[in-house]
Nanobody
């Protein structure tokens, strides 16, 4: 079955950096587009970034453009989210996502807290 396992979250000061990882299994990763979403307390889950199967095309939410970078290593079945210049507004649980038709697969999420 599809499994997505995120890691790399934590507490960081404003202006700091974190790199999230998502290890995937149970499907042919190299053929799948992947995404990162986040959900802040009291808010809806929102798309942060996505990447095509070979990594040739990426897409970002306006709020993270120029600060976050999504990438993948198909040999390691892993998708990454490098987050720089973090702001308190980036505080959220970050989720890895794979879509299969109309169905969404999610990881368990990793908490990112940006605070001084």
């Amino acid at each position: 079955q599809v499994q997505l396992v995120e890691s790399g979250g934590g507490l960081v000061q404003p202006g700091g950096s974190l790199k999230l990882s998502c290890v995937a299994s149970g499907f042919t990763f190299r053929l799948s587009a992947m995404s990162w979403y986040r959900q802040a307390p009291g808010k809806e889950r929102e798309l942060v970034a996505d990447i095509t199967s070979r990594g040739g095309s990426t897409n970002y939410a306006d709020s993270v453009k120029g600060r976050f970078t999504i990438s993948r290593d198909n040999a390691k079945n892993t998708v990454y989210l490098q987050m720089n210049s973090l702001e308190p507004e980036d505080t959220a649980v970050y989720y890895c996502n794979k879509k299969s038709g109309w169905y969404d697969y999610w990881g368990q999420g990793t908490q990112v807290t940006v605070s001084s």
